[in-house]
C-alpha cells in the first residue's frame, strides 16, 4: 500500500465537486438525443398517478402508501445485495403496505428496451454495466422523471435541509440531461491502473511516475514472468477506452476531453489524443498479452489476483467486485498515470475521481413518486451507510460513510486522490451522449490496441464518426463547458 492512513468521508469527498462522471458506458434505447443546453425532449415531470394526498415533510412527494414499487438494479461489481437488505427494507419501513418487486440483471439494456417500448416501465432503473439504456433518448422519449422535486425535497435525516445540501456538488453537474435533473449518480468511484501493493512490496517495486520509468518497471515484470498490462477486449474495451482518454488528458488537459464531447472539429485528431494511443498501443506490442482480447472483465480480473497481470485499468468498484475471489496475497492499490512527456499539461499525480453508477425514475412508470421516494431513501444516512457496509464502496452523502472501515483499495484510491488535489482529470461525457459514437471507439480501441490500425487511423476513423455524430440533425446535440 501507498498510505495506511485511515481516510475519512469527508477526506475522500473533499474534492469531488471539481469532477463528475456519468457511468457506465454509455447507451442504447433509441437513435435519438436530447441536449443539455436546450429545452427540447418530452415532458418529464413525474405522473401523479400514485398520489396519496397532501405532501408532508415525512412523504414530501405524497406517495400512496400501498402503492406497488418496481425497482431493476443492475447487478455487477457491486451486486444488488444493497436494494434487498438496505435500501428496499427502509421503503418497506415507511410504506409498510407497498409491495416491492425487485429484478436483478447484468443486461439492463436487453432487458429493458422492450418494456419502455410497450409502456411497460419499471419505477426505478439502476441504469450500469455494459448494456445500459440510451438515456438522452429516453429523456427525449419523455421517459425519464425530472429529478428537480427529490434535490429540493426535504432531507429524511434533517428536514430543515434539502436533499442538494446533503450530497456532494457532482450530483447535480452530472444529473442534467436536456438542461434538467433527471439522473442519479449514487456513488464516488476513481479510475486508475490498479495493481497488487502485496506483490509490488514482496518485489521491491515502486508506482512509476513517468513514462520511462512505467516501461522499465514493465521490463522487470516481464521478466518475473508476470503480463505487465492488460484489459478485457471482450466484454471491458470501454476501460481501455478511458484509459486512453485520461491520458490524453494529462497531456494536454481537460481541455482535451471537453472538445470532444462538444464534437469540436479535429478534436479526436490532437497530438494529445495520437500521442496517448500511441503509447499504449507501443505498450501493448512490448508488454501486452493479444489472449485478453478474448476475455472479458471477470476472467481478466482473475488473472491479476492469480499475479499473472500486474496493471490493470479500471475503477474502484472492481475491489467489490472481486472480493469473494481476492487471495490472501493480493491486496488492491492504484496508481495515476505516469507523466507521458516532459511538458504535460497536468501534473504529476492527476487522477480521475468522480461520482457515477446512475439511477433513474420512469415518469411514465406505474408509481413515480414512489421511485422519487425510493431514491430519497437511497439518499439517507442510514441508507447510504447500508450500502458503503455492504459494497465497501462510497456513496454522495456527506458524512455517511464516518467511522466505515475502508478496505485497502479504497484507502490507496483516496490516498491518491489527496495527493492529486485540485489536479482532477475529467470524465468523457459523449459515453452518455451519443452511443454510436461511443460505441465505435470502443471498436477502434481494440483495433489499436492489436495493431490491426495506427494510432493516426485510430484518430482519423473515430473523427470521421463524431463528424457524422455532428452532421446528423436527428441528433441534438450537447455541450459542456467544464
Not at 128 to 153: I, K, M, R, Y
Not at 346 to 362: D, Y
Request: some cysteine; aromatic content about 10%.
Amino acid at each position: 500500500m501507498s498510505s495506511s492512513a485511515d481516510f475519512s468521508r469527508r477526506q475522500v469527498l473533499r474534492r469531488i465537486g471539481l469532477t463528475a462522471f456519468v457511468a457506465g458506458p454509455g447507451a442504447g434505447l433509441l437513435a435519438g438525443c436530447a441536449t443539455a443546453g436546450s429545452g427540447s425532449g418530452a415532458s418529464s415531470a413525474p405522473s401523479p398517478v400514485a398520489s396519496g394526498g397532501a405532501s408532508t415533510a415525512a412523504n414530501p412527494f405524497s406517495v400512496k402508501a400501498d402503492a406497488p414499487l418496481e425497482v431493476v438494479i443492475f447487478s455487477g461489481g457491486y451486486t444488488d445485495a444493497y436494494a434487498t437488505k438496505i435500501h428496499e427494507p427502509l421503503y418497506k419501513k415507511a410504506y409498510a403496505q407497498a409491495a416491492i418487486k425487485h429484478t436483478a440483471t447484468q443486461r439492463i439494456g436487453t432487458q429493458l428496451r422492450p418494456r419502455f417500448v410497450s409502456g411497460d416501465a419499471p419505477d426505478v432503473v439502476n441504469n450500469s454495466g455494459s448494456d445500459p439504456l440510451d438515456l438522452v433518448a429516453l429523456q427525449a422519449e419523455g421517459h425519464l422523471a425530472d429529478l428537480t422535486a427529490l434535490f429540493d425535497a426535504p432531507s429524511i435525516d434533517d428536514p430543515s435541509k434539502k436533499v442538494k445540501d446533503t450530497i456532494t456538488p457532482a450530483v447535480l453537474t452530472n444529473a442534467l440531461v436536456a438542461g434538467k435533473p433527471h439522473v442519479l449518480n449514487y456513488t464516488v468511484s476513481h479510475r486508475g491502473l490498479w495493481y497488487n501493493a502485496k506483490l509490488f512490496a514482496e518485489k521491491g517495486w515502486k508506482p512509476p511516475t513517468t513514462w520511462d520509468a512505467f516501461l522499465a518497471l514493465c521490463e522487470q515484470i516481464k521478466g518475473a514472468g508476470i503480463t505487465p498490462f492488460a484489459y478485457p477486449g471482450q466484454v471491458g474495451p470501454f476501460y481501455q477506452t478511458w484509459n486512453i482518454l485520461y491520458t490524453a488528458a494529462k497531456i494536454g488537459g481537460n481541455q482535451v476531453i471537453i472538445d470532444i464531447d462538444n464534437l469540436v472539429d479535429g478534436a479526436w485528431t490532437k497530438d494529445a489524443v495520437i500521442k496517448a494511443v500511441t503509447v499504449w498501443a507501443d505498450l501493448q506490442k512490448q508488454f501486452g498479452d493479444k489472449a485478453y482480447f478474448g476475455l472479458d472483465h471477470t476472467q481478466t480480473q482473475l488473472k491479476q489476483l492469480q499475479n499473472k497481470v500486474a496493471f490493470y485499468p479500471t475503477g474502484s468498484w472492481v475491489e467489490n467486485e472481486m472480493a469473494k475471489e481476492i487471495p490472501d496475497d493480493f491486496e488492491y492499490a492504484v496508481m495515476a498515470l505516469p507523466d507521458i512527456t516532459g511538458g504535460d499539461v497536468m501534473p504529476t499525480g492527476a487522477f480521475f475521481v468522480g461520482v457515477g453508477e446512475n439511477f433513474f425514475v420512469s415518469a411514465k412508470g406505474k408509481n413515480p413518486l414512489g421511485g422519487m421516494e425510493y431514491l430519497r431513501v437511497m439518499l439517507s444516512q442510514e441508507g447510504a451507510r447500508g450500502f458503503t457496509q455492504e459494497t465497501k464502496n462510497l456513496t454522495v452523502v456527506n458524512g455517511a460513510a464516518d467511522g466505515v472501515d475502508l478496505p485497502p483499495g479504497l484507502k490507496s484510491a483516496a490516498a491518491v486522490q489527496s495527493a492529486a488535489g485540485q489536479n482532477v482529470i475529467t470524465d468523457a461525457r459523449y459515453e452518455g451522449w451519443y452511443k454510436k459514437l461511443y460505441d465505435y471507439s470502443q471498436a477502434q480501441t481494440n483495433s489499436v490496441m492489436a495493431g490491426r490500425i495506427t494510432p493516426q487511423q485510430f484518430a482519423e476513423n473515430v473523427q470521421k464518426e463524431a463528424d457524422k455524430t455532428k452532421k446528423d440533425k436527428r441528433i441534438t446535440k450537447q455541450t459542456r463547458t467544464s
